[in-house]
């Protein structure tokens, strides 16, 4: 949901030269709402090692960096990023608020960019940090069940 919502906001913005100002912004916030609540009634899905997750693994690193502090270069690129993205996405949003084709791609095409970058770096700080603590090492932990007994343990697994 995290690299649909640009486009699909913009999207959404453009369609006010249809349905006007107040119905295209009901629009986005429809989307917005959709964004929002989708991954929430869809779960957890997918395995803990594909790149999404280690993703949000390391974006959420990166938001614990209060508690646990992470490299001080990691910290400040990753944060740069976000802030290109969040203009870019604002100049999205505004070249759809405006029906402007220029500010639509050039500020969507920024935030893609530093969107696609910062999962990259994300993906290396988990990695740099998941053996830095018990909570970050036991994220992709699969539990198995040591109850059962040698004989039902090997026809369960085997």
Known sequence: MKILAPGMLTGALWTQAWLGVWGALLLAFAVLAGVIAVPRLVGET????????????GEKIWLNRLFLPVPATDS???????????????????GGFLSSPILSLTGLAVAYAAQFVS????????????????????WTAVPHNDNLSGKAARSKHG
């Open 119 to 138: 999962f990259g770096k994300l993906i290396q700080l988990y990695q740099t940090m998941k053996d830095k603590t018990p909570l970050y090492r036991f």
């Open 76 to 94: 400040a690129r990753i944060t740069t990023l976000y802030l290109v993205f969040w203009m870019g996405g604002l100049i999205a949003l505004l």
């Open 46 to 57: 997918g395995k803990a090692s594909s790149w999404a997750k280690r993703v949000s693994f």
